[in-house]
Each structure stands twice: as C-alpha cells, then as structure tokens.
C-alpha cells in the first residue's frame, strides 16, 4: 500500500505516515463488522487519512466483511470514500490468519480475485500475519510456511513472546517476510518490558527483517491507561508508539553500530512527552536526532505499521501534543 501523501512533509510526518493499522474487530474494542466497516471507510475521508494503514480482518471472516462493505469499496463510479485521494484505490487489507494456511490462502487468492473486479468493490489482501504455534519449532515453522506463500502476499510472523529470537529472526532474513511483535493486550502482564522490546528492534534491524507491532500501542508515549474500555478495568503502562517507532528508526540508522541496546531502552522508557522533541526536517530525542530521510527510509523499508483497534485515539493525542 502506498499511503496517502502527509499534506505538508515534515519530519512527524516521515515517522506517521500511514503507520496505523485499523484493527477495530479486535479487543478491546472489539466492534461488529460493519461498524468497523462503517469506521474505516470514515477514516479515509478524514483529514489524518494520510496517517491511515490496512485494514486488519480474520480471514474467516472475510465473508462477513463482504457483506458488510457492500456500497462502501471503492467502484468505478467513484462510490466508498467520495471526492478523497482514496477514492479510487482498493481498500488495503491485512488478513489474520486463524485456520490452516493452505486453506487461508485459498481463501485470501478467491477474495483478490473477486475485488479486482471494480463493480464488485476494489479491495486487496496484500499482507498477512501468522502466529507462530508455541509448540512447533519458530524456524521450522517460518520455513514450512513460507513455502506454500505467494508474492501476491507479504507475510508476518508473530513469534513467540520471551523465546530466544536468533532462530526465527534468522529464517525471515533474507525472505519475503516480516516479524510481528505483540506490544502489549488487556491484562498488565501482556506488555513485554522495554529491554525485550529494544531487544526485538535490534535484532530486526540487524538482519534487515522489517516488521509490525500489534496491541497495546494506542497513544504516542508510554504512559498509564485503562487497558480496555470496560469500568473498573484493570490499569497498565502501555507502550508508546512515538517511543517504539522512533526507537526503530534510530536501530535501523545504526543497524551496523555494536549495542545500543540500553539506549533504545530508555527511549522505550520514556514518558515525558517533552523529552522528543519535533522540529520540521527531525526528531530528537536527547542527543539522538533522525532526519526526514533517516525517518521515511526506516518507514518505508522496516518498521512498516503497527495495529490498533482505535484510530481517533492515536489522533486525539497527537493533536494535544501539537505534533500534527
């Protein structure tokens, strides 16, 4: 997916462009299909459609989301997000994979197949994300999938939370494929803490296997939250994006440097929201600067999105921060 250009490029622009994945069937907001729906095709008529990645749908549930898209995916009469840059484009779609592969491949080639069809609605599953069974061996079982893989998809592999990540990161290098990292859920314990992380992005960044993250990311700096949306819910620190994304470019500018790791811990760490500070052409974050290009590139070719069952929140904090 090739997102939609920020209105005026600077550096906080670089780092968000299309860094959002709606997840919003997912907990904890865990809303119907069509609402969701309902939800994305809105995103992308709004203002911070540029900030806006895939879709992100079981792929059991693919038939639902045909039913419930019906008048809203693009065709060629202009219908599903009039009069936006994203009006004509196929709504990007992230498929989670909940079944056997072979099975969910077939699935995800049919539905391509039948939304390349413009009077049918334009859409494209053009990525998909594969947890790794705790049980089976990470490698054997990054290899194993890869094989029954096609071009037409980009895979992710979820791997296994607390494993050692030299087996499987090894298997994704040099592959078509990416990692994807769990940053957090709706219990405290479902957070990995900051060294784990910074742990994670280095060893992305030195093989040169991109990734995306995936729950518990829904404000720009690590901070405390209710983790869902039910009262009297249990509370936690959750992971920032600004935190992990500008960590990661920072692993990937310096990605052939030895260490760094206690570094990016501490920017992980981080809670003050003062402590990044944005200027047009860079971000800086103590003595660590990244420029635009520094920024786009690490974007553009390693740490790609992460998933998020709330856009407006992302937004609504970035606007109180002034960073867009």
């Known amino acids: 997916m090739t997102p939609v250009p920020a209105p005026d ?6 780092l968000l462009q299309g860094l959002i994945d709606y997840a919003g069937l997912f907990p904890p907001a865990k809303l119907g299909m069509a609402e969701s729906a309902r939800n994305y095709a809105a995103y992308l008529r709004s203002p911070e459609s540029w900030m806006l990645g895939r879709f992100i749908c079981p792929v059991s549930r693919l038939e639902e989301f045909r039913a419930a898209t019906v008048g809203l995916l693009p065709t060629p009469s202009g219908n599903g997000a009039p009069g936006t840059p ?5 709504w990007p779609i992230s498929a989670v994979i909940d079944g056997d592969l072979d099975e969910n491949l077939d699935a995800i080639f049919a539905f391509n197949a ?27 079982f990054i290899d194993e999938s890869l094989d029954l893989m096609s071009e037409e998809v980009y895979p992710f592999f979820e791997l296994p939370p607390g494993g050692d990540l030299r087996g499987p990161i090894a298997a994704l290098s040099g592959a078509d494929a990416g990692a994807k990292l769990r940053t957090g859920g709706i219990t405290p314990d479902a957070f990995p803490p900051a060294p784990t992380v910074a742990g994670f992005l280095l060893a992305c960044a030195a093989a040169d296997v ?11 700096i690590r901070s405390e939250h209710p983790l869902t949306y039910e009262p009297g819910c249990p509370r936690g620190t959750m992971h920032g994006f600004v935190n992990v994304f500008f960590a990661a470019a920072l692993a990937h500018a310096h990605r052939h440097e030895r260490g760094g790791e206690q570094t990016l811990a501490r920017i992980l760490s981080e809670t003050d929201p003062r402590a990044f500070r944005f200027e047009p052409g860079s971000i800086t974050w103590n003595e660590h600067a990244l420029d635009i290009s520094q920024l ?15 856009f407006t929140e992302p937004v609504q904090d970035l606007r109180a921060l002034g960073v867009v």
């Open 9 to 14: 490029l600077t550096a906080a622009h670089a």
């Open 86 to 90: 994203h009006s004509d484009s196929p």
């Open 114 to 140: 039948e939304h390349a069809i413009p009077a049918r609605g334009l859409a494209v599953i053009d990525a998909a994300e594969i947890k790794i069974p705790p049980e089976k061996p990470a490698a054997a």
């Open 296 to 310: 786009g590139i690490a974007r553009e070719t390693f740490a790609l999105s992460f998933g998020s069952c709330s």
């Open 210 to 220: 991109p990734f995306k993250a995936t729950a518990g990311l829904h404000h720009p």
